[in-house]
């Protein structure tokens, strides 16, 4: 037995209201652009609008017209999606209160998760969506993923309850040590004005 061994994300379609009200939250909100539209080749009622989430893989919505935008939560059953999460630059994301309150979005406020900061808001249909930026950049060559999972073996062995701002910190400086060579003899901490 062998393994189907995934990439990536392709895209994740959503089920979405008319077709204005889907290009006004998707772009106009998110500022996701807008690059593709054709019928949904499974359901000649509907549209099948195409967004770009800012790393040129897909957001993709199922329009149909008699769909209004409701304000209800989707349901969050076993096997339902809970919410979408985007990541935003901190300068965006320290503007998202400002910005969600002027077009009269409810939201959360500002969520601290330790590793990352959240804001969570609906759709006009009613799924949650999170905005998240994370605290660090990850080291030249690696990802936000191989922080994570070094982040988390320091926690673990600390025996912390979640990861905080310093198991990133030392995760950064395990994975600069393994990738990146030095001259140097000893690569130990060191306190030049002792």
């Known amino acids: 037995m062998r393994k189907l061994q995934v990439q990536g994300v392709d ?20 500022g996701m652009p807008f690059i593709f539209d054709q019928p949904n080749l499974d359901n000649p009622d509907e549209g099948h609008l195409y967004f770009d989430p800012g790393d ?11 769909r209004t935008p409701v304000h209800d939560r989707t349901p969050t059953d076993p096997g339902c999606v809970h919410h979408l999460a985007f990541n935003v630059s901190h300068a965006t994301f320290a503007q998202a209160v400002e910005r969600l309150d002027e077009r009269g979005i409810r939201h959360s406020g500002v969520k601290d998760r330790g590793f ?6 609906k759709d006009p249909l009613g799924l949650l969506i999170e905005l998240a930026s994370y605290r660090f950049e990850p080291p030249r060559g690696s990802s936000h993923a191989e922080v994570m ?16 701002e310093k198991h990133l910190a030392d995760a950064i400086e395990l994975i600069v040590r393994r990738s990146q060579q030095t001259l140097s003899d000893s690569r130990a901490p060191a306190d030049p004005y002792a």
């Open 56 to 66: 040129g893989r897909l957001i993709t919505i199922f329009t149909n017209e008699k």
């Open 116 to 121: 990352m900061d959240s804001i969570y808001f």
């Open 149 to 164: 999972i070094e982040a988390h073996r320091n926690r673990v062995a600390a025996g912390d309850y979640n990861i905080a």
């Open 11 to 30: 895209h994740i379609t959503i089920t979405g209201a008319d077709r204005q009200s889907s290009i006004d939250f998707w772009e106009g909100v998110l």
